[in-house]
């Protein structure tokens, strides 16, 4: 009776996000509603809350975790964006053809969720975007295939994906034979929706060449883009070294980046220096998105504690259907719930040796299935929020595109598996 509650509310929660603009409330309140309810019903269900709540701070530090990072990340592009630091980068793209800008983009995307991860990739890929494409939809378009590109991206990289990170660290794959199996796959992947995707792009672009403060000099610009990206590439490294979190990396990159600023802008006027602030960056993160971040997780914690994730995944080891198949399933149940509880279940369940093919496939599915909808990886539900773009939207124009490429991919690796 509790499980099926659970997942009960679990699946209205799910249905008020998809219907946001029709109820015009903002999803982040059903997203919070949906995760508490989820707790309570199961506290209420159960005769031992100690064990509950002993569960719920284990899943919130990991949650905390996510929501720092994702914290740290957002105010140090802003910090960038205030100083009109990306113009780097744009005063390079000369082109204005929309063809073109989606593949410069969605290539970028692609290459740097491999060294970063797929949620910082979104981050800065959607700032970097604004200043090239000025008309709201057919950016809305291009970002939609650069989530795809960013999960695509980061499937081929130990530290490039979430789960492709978790069975890393397993010892279930090698960093060397991850990169030489899946790269191919995850360019299929990507490069078949964007190529189908630009068709849908025609003409040039209207760029958006906005200065917001005029009393930042050249040389500020790049010092603050300069140090805000390595802070960023440093993340990877300062995991390894360290065995902290990245959340610690993005935090240590915020803070020296943060002392940069204040000393650099010490000479200026008080106005000056509060508008270049990370006080400034802050406050025009994106906090419904990191709410919504919260929920979300915060209910798919509840499945996980409750057992319906591992039974899920355990059911579909029973149906006595291919292993390719299993992990296919596996895969597109990921764009609804985390792919970390699935992965996790997967690894209690089988014990194939190092770099065994099962491994290679389920961290190519559990990374790219995730795009198929837009809330089924930290990357979309990044710029789902940054972007407010809908549910419905992204299922009428990107979904297909992405199943297309995830199929695409899928074909991919089995083949070459036959073919060696």
């Not at 006080?279 to 025009?284: C, D, G, L, V």
């Amino acid at each position: 009776m509790m499980l099926s509650a659970i997942v009960l509310t679990f699946i209205v929660g799910y249905l008020l996000i998809i219907l946001e603009k029709n109820i015009s409330v903002n999803k982040a309140a059903f997203s919070l509603l949906t995760g508490v309810l989820c707790w309570v019903i199961y506290i209420l269900g159960s005769n031992n809350p100690e064990l509950i709540n002993l569960q719920l701070s284990h899943h919130i530090s990991e949650i905390a975790g996510i929501l720092f990072f994702l914290l740290g990340a957002m105010t140090i592009v802003e910090l960038i964006d205030l100083h009109n630091g990306f113009e780097v980068i744009t005063s390079l793209i000369t082109t204005t053809n929309k063809r073109k800008l989606l593949w410069i983009i969605s290539f970028s995307a692609f290459f740097l969720s491999a060294i970063l991860d797929n949620l910082t990739t979104a981050i800065i890929m959607t700032s970097l975007s604004r200043k090239l494409i000025g008309d709201k939809h057919e950016r809305m378009y291009v970002l939609g295939i650069v989530i795809i590109a960013a999960n695509a991206g980061g499937v081929w990289s130990p530290i490039g994906d979430v789960t492709t990170t978790m069975l890393w660290m397993n010892n279930k794959i090698t960093a060397l034979n991850i990169i030489k199996t899946l790269f191919l796959p995850g360019l299929v992947c990507f490069a078949l929706p964007t190529f189908l995707a630009s068709f849908k792009l025609k003409g040039h672009t209207e760029r958006i060449e906005k200065k917001e403060f005029s009393s930042v000099e050249k040389r500020e610009r790049n010092l603050v883009f300069f140090t805000g990206i390595a802070a960023l590439l440093f993340v990877p490294a300062f995991k390894n070294s360290t065995h902290l979190p990245p959340y610690m990396g993005v935090l240590f990159g915020l803070a020296i980046l943060w002392m940069i600023t204040e000393i650099i802008h010490r000479k200026k006027e008080t106005v000056q220096k509060e508008q270049l602030s990370v006080a400034s960056a802050i406050q025009k993160t994106d906090v419904p998105s990191i709410l919504f971040f919260l929920g979300i997780l915060a209910a798919i914690a509840v499945l996980d504690c409750t057992g319906i994730l591992k039974g899920l995944a355990h059911g579909l080891n029973e149906t006595n259907a291919n292993q390719n198949t299993i992990v296919l399933l596996i895969g597109l149940i990921s764009s609804i719930v985390d792919n970390v509880p699935l992965v996790a279940a997967g690894m209690g369940m089988y014990d194939f040796p190092t770099d065994h093919s099962f491994w290679e496939f389920l961290a190519y599915t559990t990374g790219t299935g995730g795009s198929c909808l837009i809330i089924g990886s930290a990357a979309g539900v990044a710029v789902m929020g940054l972007e407010d773009i809908s549910f419905t939207w992204y299922l009428k124009n990107i979904s297909w595109l992405a199943l297309l490429g995830f199929v695409a991919g899928s074909g991919v690796f089995i083949l070459n598996l036959k073919m060696c």
